[in-house]
């Protein structure tokens, strides 16, 4: 017993030694954006109502329920909540019941110091009762197997939250690619038709003397481009439907849209960025990742406390009895009650190799940490690029839209004033419907920006 509470005190004094290196810090971080103002993010939630289209609105709701990455995602984090049931659970005594009977029989043979050998004898044995066992948590190996769960509980939760992130930004970006693929499939067709009454006037005018076959031919590509460019708007808005579909775990054919709504493109968008620090805060992905890095570092010390001693409390109350009728007596009453210490000596290499393992998996996390630090910051950064490159390249078709527009207008009032034909209008007509063709592209990628950006903003 003194050599047991030697070893035991021993093994704690040791056990108060630094197991392994703490968590790094986290990441330096800049101080601000490449030519981005800073200011406080708006408190807008959720932002996809930003842009008033209460279809959009019930799309992202019904994905948020319905998509199968969410609901993955959500189910590896009811995984991670059981795990830590079941490592609280270890920390627990445990009681059981239990019930036998067994007939034995025992040869003759004979035995040190009897005279006589012993006859063979059969009897019956009959025992139930109950026995508990309790592991003493001595240097807190259980309690770091909890700690280890709840680690890889809170990640599950952060993961669950950027799927959500990342299914409504993908909602917005396909609802807006097929609203976008219809308004232009509109102005496509009108350019269309628009170019085969040109391909008429120029033809008449070729007749006539007054013009070219080159511009024939133009108005014949024209038309051809028209009707290409149809095609593919088609097939761009079939893709985005079945992007939704994926989205909304449904099949393509039982995506409802409804009516088109202007306030998808009229939508008066806004962005401002908070400090860096504050988006890693936020943004899940950098979460869940220091979170798995934190639980690898804990597991290092839990598998390194397996060389220490366990120091567990056995009982059992119950009856035994050789006969039936005596079992429940009072004669047949017996108990135990015991403490059990055991330490490992010679495991072969087993804890050295799962702890060398376990170091490999922290060195693992804390690469995968340092990646979703930068990539979080190269995401914002790439998004600030593009919605301040789609803000100048819609600000830039506003602006020639209304000047193809004054052109039109001054068209028409020549040809009514007999100055010039109706070539010179069509070609103008061509010129309207190119440019608000390409101010309907302009303003897709402004919403597609805006989503961009609240996705990496973790809004």
């Known amino acids: 017993m003194r050599t047991l509470l030697a070893i035991l005190a021993l093994s704690a004094l040791s056990g108060c030694a630094t197991l392994v290196e703490p968590l790094p810090a986290p990441e330096s971080l800049p101080a601000g954006w490449r030519g981005a103002p800073v200011a406080e993010t708006p408190a807008v939630a959720p932002w996809w109502k930003a842009f008033g289209d209460t279809t959009l609105d019930a799309l992202?709701?019904?994905?948020?329920?319905?998509?199968?990455?969410?609901?993955?995602?959500?189910?590896?984090?009811?995984?991670?909540?059981a795990l830590v049931a079941s490592a609280r659970a270890e920390q627990q005594p445990s009681v059981g019941v239990g019930l036998g009977a067994n007939r034995r029989r025992y040869p003759a043979q004979r035995y040190p110091g009897f005279p006589e050998p012993v006859p063979a004898a059969t009897f019956n044995e009959v025992a139930g009762g109950i026995e508990a066992a309790y592991e003493i948590d001595l240097f807190g190996r259980l309690?770091?197997?909890?700690a280890r769960a709840q680690d890889e509980q809170r990640a599950t939760e952060w993961d669950l939250r950027a799927a959500r992130l990342a299914v409504a930004r993908d909602v917005v970006a396909a609802y807006a690619d097929a609203r976008v693929a219809e308004a232009r499939l509109s102005e496509i067709r009108q350019l269309a038709a628009t170019a085969a009454a040109l391909r008429a006037t120029e033809g008449r005018l070729v007749r006539a003397g007054l013009g070219t076959t080159r511009d024939a031919r133009d108005a014949d590509d024209l038309a051809a481009a028209a009707a290409l460019s149809a095609a593919q708007l088609e097939r761009?808005?079939?893709?985005?439907i079945a992007r939704l579909g994926v989205l909304l775990d449904q099949a393509p054919v039982d995506v409802k849209m409804g009516a088109p709504s202007d306030d998808l493109f009229a939508a008066p968008l806004r962005v401002s960025v908070d400090l860096p620090a504050s988006v890693i805060e936020r943004r899940p992905d950098v979460q869940a990742a220091w979170q798995r890095l934190s639980g690898a570092t804990t597991d290092i010390e839990r598998v390194r406390l397996e060389r220490y001693p366990r120091l567990s409390l056995t009982g059992a109350l119950g009856f035994a009895s050789n006969e039936l009728h005596t079992w429940l007596t009072r004669n047949a009453l017996a108990w135990a009650i015991g403490a059990a210490a055991s330490m490992p000596l010679l495991d072969g290499g087993r804890i050295d190799a799962r702890s060398a393992g376990a170091v490999a998996v922290r060195d693992q996390y804390a690469a995968a940490y340092r990646r979703a630090v930068v990539v979080a910051l190269g995401e914002v950064e790439e998004a600030l690029a593009a919605w301040q490159a789609a803000s100048v390249e819609l600000?830039?078709?506003?602006?020639?839209?209304?000047?193809?527009?004054?052109?039109?207008?001054?068209?028409?009032r020549a040809v009514a004033l007999g100055r010039s034909g109706a070539r010179d209008r069509l070609r103008d007509e061509v010129a309207v419907l190119r440019t608000q063709d390409a101010l309907l592209a302009a303003q897709f990628e402004r919403i597609a920006a805006y989503a961009a950006i609240q996705h990496a903003l973790a809004q």
């Open 236 to 240: 761009t808005h079939a893709v985005a």
């Open 60 to 81: 992202v709701d019904e994905a948020l329920q319905q998509n199968t990455d969410v609901r993955q995602a959500a189910a590896r984090v009811a995984q991670a909540r």
């Open 395 to 412: 600000d830039a078709q506003t602006d020639a839209l209304a000047r193809r527009a004054r052109d039109r207008h001054e068209a028409g």
């Open 143 to 146: 309690a770091k197997g909890v």
